[in-house]
């Protein structure tokens, strides 16, 4: 059909997009670079199935550093199938706000804690 048609050649092109601007990553040396590109184009690709969508982020993943998904990586992707799409009703925002510059300063003294070993 003309609509199934019209959806391929959208894909296609999202997809070429992708593809011709993946090597800009790394002259302009964007965050994750080709690595972040890949992997947010399959979250987005597999959007409207979750299974399928965490398949895909470890297939980028595997492809785009050439190793095995790490601990990290298994626990993102067991969030990311338990999430059940739908927005909690603990209003958390400014916590979670607080969290990530917290968690980078922890994640910055563990680091200096381990160069000094």
Same mark, same amino acid.
Do not use: W
């Given at each position: 059909?003309?609509?199934?048609?019209?959806?391929?050649?959208?894909?296609?092109? =999202?997809?070429?997009?992708?593809?011709?601007?993946?090597?800009?990553?790394?002259?302009?040396?964007?965050? %994750?670079?080709?690595?972040?590109?890949?992997?947010?184009?399959?979250? %987005?690709?597999?959007?409207?199935?979750?299974?399928? =969508?965490? +398949?895909?982020?470890? +297939?980028?993943? *595997?492809?785009? /550093?050439?190793? =095995?998904?790490?601990?990290?990586?298994? &626990?993102?992707?067991?969030? *990311?199938? !338990?999430?059940?799409?739908?927005?909690? /009703? !603990?209003?958390?925002?400014?916590?979670?706000?607080?969290? %990530?510059?917290?968690?980078?300063?922890? +994640?910055?003294? &563990?680091?200096? !804690? +381990?160069?000094?070993?």
């Amino acid at each position: 059909s003309r609509v199934r048609k019209e959806k391929i050649k959208a894909f296609l092109l =999202q997809i070429l997009s992708v593809l011709v601007f993946l090597p800009d990553t790394e002259g302009i040396h964007c965050d %994750y670079a080709s690595e972040g590109i890949l992997i947010i184009t399959a979250l %987005y690709i597999g959007l409207n199935n979750r299974f399928y =969508q965490v +398949l895909l982020f470890l +297939l980028a993943y *595997m492809v785009t /550093t050439g190793e =095995q998904p790490g601990l990290f990586i298994l &626990v993102a992707a067991l969030c *990311m199938l !338990a999430y059940n799409g739908k927005r909690g /009703t !603990a209003h958390l925002k400014y916590d979670f706000y607080a969290f %990530y510059p917290l968690h980078l300063f922890i +994640l910055y003294l &563990v680091d200096l !804690a +381990l160069l000094r070993i």
